[in-house]
């Protein structure tokens, strides 16, 4: 498919993601199988509800690049078969060797899968803070995957990067340069994108959403994001962007449901501050132009607490 074409799809497609949409690939583990988003760039995007035995941790996207001298694998996912099974459909795509995995950030569903790829003898590689993270957060994923996913959390056991970098690493492998960078404060600590220049192609991860609403972190800063992203994310300009979750899409987009949103919420909460407003009254700031985002349900009011906790004394 011509970049033209794609672009246009991606300006006018409709959003595709749903919570209530069923399993797409039932004979794996994975939640959907991997499709060509670009030549030589792959993605099996996941459900865009939260971790469930159904979708058995698969609620983020697993993507990887085939060179032509080696593959690069963006996320290892919540386990060790979701692990092995991206890999398994990298091999029925090309018999080239998986050569790094890069982890976007420190949650379980980008680093859970680590000891997978560590036991192919394959390097994996984070942003220190991202490391620093899993390291404190690993043994609550583990339990949290185990009582969700049940058999399907079998084989994993915790294990971090194997490498680690903290602004940036620029990587040449065949048709590719990549670079692995941190752009700034953002989503949660050492967040990983992913940008390939001459395709002006973005593996996002969590700084960028626009199917599912994004979840806001107790510690996470909205201003740190916002500016961020103003100043690091869209001077970079990329045409295509594949979200941390849900279907690739453009620069527009994910602003709309990302920048935009974080700047819509701590205006509402401002407003409420100002009139003196309490952090009970907090929850309930009006959200409603993002109703329709996959789990407003789940994160709405917590996002409105968290940044209440924040802009309280700013």
């Not at 982890?103 to 991202?130: F, K």
């Not at 994160?299 to 409105?304: R, V, Y």
Request: with cysteine.
């Amino acid at each position: 498919m011509k970049y033209s074409i794609l672009v246009s799809i991606l300006l006018s497609a409709p959003a595709m993601a749903s919570e209530d949409i069923a399993d797409q690939y039932p004979q794996s583990v994975l939640y959907a199988k991997p499709y060509e988003v670009i030549p030589g760039v792959y993605s099996a995007i996941g459900a865009t509800a939260p971790p469930t035995y159904e979708n058995a941790g698969h609620n983020n996207n697993l993507s990887f690049i085939v060179t032509g001298e080696g593959v690069v694998v963006v996320n290892s996912g919540a386990s060790y078969l979701l692990a092995k099974a991206l890999h398994d459909e990298i091999r029925a795509v090309t018999d080239q060797p998986v050569k790094l995995v890069i982890n976007e950030n420190g949650q379980g569903h980008a680093m859970l899968g680590n000891n997978y790829w560590i036991e192919q003898d394959v390097p994996v590689l984070a942003h220190v803070d991202a490391a620093a993270e899993f390291a404190h957060e690993a043994g609550g994923d583990l339990a949290a995957l185990q009582n969700y996913a049940r058999e399907n959390a079998e084989g994993t056991d915790p294990m971090g990067p194997t490498e680690t970098f903290e602004d940036r690493r620029s990587i040449e492998m065949g048709d590719f340069t990549i670079e692995v960078l941190h752009l700034g404060p953002a989503h949660s600590p050492g967040d990983t994108q992913v940008w390939l220049p001459r395709q002006s192609f973005m593996i996002a991860g969590d700084i960028a959403f626009h199917e599912r609403m994004p979840p806001i972190f107790e510690g996470t800063c909205t201003s740190c994001w916002i500016e961020t992203w103003e100043t690091a994310f869209v001077p970079l300009e990329p045409t295509f962007v594949i979200p941390g979750h849900g279907h690739p899409t453009n620069l527009a987009q994910v602003t709309r449901y990302t920048r935009d949103y974080l700047v819509y919420l701590r205006e509402r909460i401002a407003e409420h501050i100002e009139s003196g407003g309490d952090l009970s009254q907090a929850y309930y700031v009006d959200q409603t132009p993002y109703t329709h985002l996959d789990t407003f349900e789940e994160l709405a009011t917590k996002n409105a607490g968290v940044v209440y906790a924040e802009m309280e004394f700013e």
